[in-house]
């Protein structure tokens, strides 16, 4: 799963029935995303984002299926019992945005230079704009490979 379905919420479902295979064909044609279906004795077990499996419930009634929610994932779910704490959700959310903000700067430089001077490695860095808590965007790799 990648990182907005993580964010908006998936469920891992069973689909019992005599025929799953319609509901998974069906739930393809009206664009539902059906990921990891794998055939078990019970029926077709698979995930699909939480925001359609009412979708998905009313295309099974047409198809004689029933679906059974066997796990829920993501942030919305995880997030659900704190929905009463707006004071923790909103320290949560300050600390994600510092943590991206930070992601996008420089932070650590390791040098590996082979009988170069150290202090001379890092002063050449420097007049090429790289240093510490400099934006990672700044930084052309080309220009690096030309010192």
Do not use: Q
Not at 1 to 15: A, D, L, P, R
Not at 26 to 34: E, M, N, R, Y
Not at 50 to 55: C, G, L, Q, S, V
Not at 113 to 134: F, K, P, T, Y
């Amino acid at each position: 799963m990648n990182v907005w379905n993580f964010v908006s919420g998936y469920v891992k479902i069973c689909i019992m029935g005599k025929y799953p295979e319609r509901l998974v064909n069906a739930a393809l044609v009206i664009g539902i995303c059906v990921n990891g279906a794998c055939n078990t004795d019970n029926g077709i077990i698979c995930t699909i984002a939480a925001r359609d499996i009412k979708r998905l419930r009313t295309c099974g009634r047409g198809c004689g299926c029933r679906i059974r929610i066997l796990s829920r994932h993501g942030l919305v779910f995880m997030l659900r019992p704190l929905k009463f704490e707006p004071l923790l959700l909103a320290l949560t959310a300050l600390l994600v945005t510092a943590a991206v903000l930070m992601s996008r700067r420089l932070w650590f430089i390791k040098i590996a230079c082979g009988g170069m001077d150290r202090s001379a490695v890092l002063s050449e860095l420097e007049i090429a704009g790289v240093r510490r808590g400099s934006m990672l965007r700044s930084i052309s790799p080309s220009e690096l490979s030309s010192l």
